[in-house]
């Protein structure tokens, strides 16, 4: 009975291993049009360059070159520099993952892990340069230097200056419409300017790398006339100058575009409450120094409604890079809040002109 079972178990593995040969040949045979398509020179071995054009070509372009040196110094039996057919079909036993998911999951072995669907950092683009947010801060400085200049007061305080008088958020003429803009240009110290200045070209450039210079141009002003609005409609008798209140609209832009992003980003949750307790931060400070301080001349109203519209627009024009049935409807809400908010407040002016007197 022990022998049946002997001869039984030996008829069992007859095909097994003939199963087991017929694999091997099928994989030597699909490696070696691997191994042929990227031996460019056709020695028979695959170089350093090869081996890195194969793996760049196989989705895993971010992986470092001393990665591929150790890869393959640990495959080259003989120490000749190069990959044989031989010692490129042991890779692909010993590193199945190398080319059956087209390289990813081992290089997340062997590169620096970052979270799974990990897409935001990679969409970041130097072409065309972030230039937005550098050009307004140069138009910003020039503004304060022709005053500077022309009221001749070296120390940077001066808001009588011919841009200024011209410029300046001034509610005794609303009239002039322009002015709901143009007060961006306008500082009241070189202080203020430089602190504006620092701001928007650290989180503005930060935006455009990602989102394309026309999109953050869009909630920058957005948070410059939303700014004047909301200090015009609850502060009626205060001027404005400075770009506060586009700053406060990319520092709520980026909450909004980390919202957005959630499962593409990497360390959101981090950044989510790094501006979120700047925000908090400064919404209690400005309530504090309203309350004790009766002069203190701080636009922050300016600063709320721009954070406020900043953080809509965000969520409106920004680019979401993989959209889900939530993010639609948080998009559809966002974008009629804020219509409807600078709606009323631009109708309030034209029908209501009593409320500023």
Request: with cysteine; glycine share 6%; aromatic share 14%.
């Amino acid at each position: 009975m022990r022998n049946m079972d002997n001869h039984h178990e030996q008829q069992q593995q007859i095909p097994l291993k003939r199963l087991n040969t017929v694999d091997e040949n099928l994989r030597r045979q699909e490696l070696r049009v691997v191994f042929e398509k990227y031996d460019t020179d056709g020695n028979r071995y695959l170089s350093r360059f090869e081996l890195r054009r194969l793996i760049k070509d196989k989705k895993c372009p971010d992986i470092p070159k001393e990665v591929i040196r150790e890869v393959l110094h640990n495959s080259d039996e003989n120490d000749d520099g190069h990959l044989d057919f031989e010692e490129f079909f042991k890779l692909s036993t010993n590193h199945p993952y190398l080319f059956r998911d087209f390289c990813t999951r081992y290089c997340r072995v062997i590169v620096p892990r970052r979270t799974p669907d990990d897409d935001y950092e990679s969409n970041m683009k130097v072409w065309p340069p972030p230039l937005a947010m550098i050009i307004f801060s140069v138009m910003e400085i020039i503004f304060f230097v022709v005053d500077i200049v022309k009221t001749e007061n070296q120390n940077g305080a001066s808001t009588h200056g011919p841009m200024a008088s011209s410029f300046v958020y001034n509610p005794n003429l609303r009239y002039e419409v322009w002015r709901f803009l143009t007060y961006m240009f306008v500082h009241t110290g070189l202080m203020h300017l430089i602190i504006n200045l620092v701001f928007q070209i650290f989180l503005g450039v930060a935006l455009e790398l990602v989102h394309c210079w026309w999109r953050v141009t869009l909630v920058y002003l957005a948070g410059v006339v939303a700014g004047s609005i909301g200090t015009s409609l609850f502060t009626p008798r205060v001027f404005l100058a400075g770009a506060s209140g586009g700053v406060y609209a990319l520092i709520t832009a980026h909450i909004a575009t980390i919202i957005m992003n959630w499962s593409q980003m990497q360390y959101a949750i981090l950044q989510l409450y790094v501006f979120l307790a700047f925000c908090i931060t400064d919404l209690g400070t400005s309530i504090y120094n309203s309350i004790h301080d009766p002069f203190n001349k701080v636009g922050y109203v300016a600063h709320a409604s721009g954070a406020l519209a900043g953080f809509f627009v965000g969520i409106g024009v920004l680019r979401n890079l993989k959209v889900v049935p939530w993010e639609r409807k948080l998009w559809w809400c966002a974008v009629t809040i804020y219509f409807m908010l600078m709606g009323a407040g631009i109708m309030t002016h034209f029908l209501n002109p009593d409320h500023f007197k």
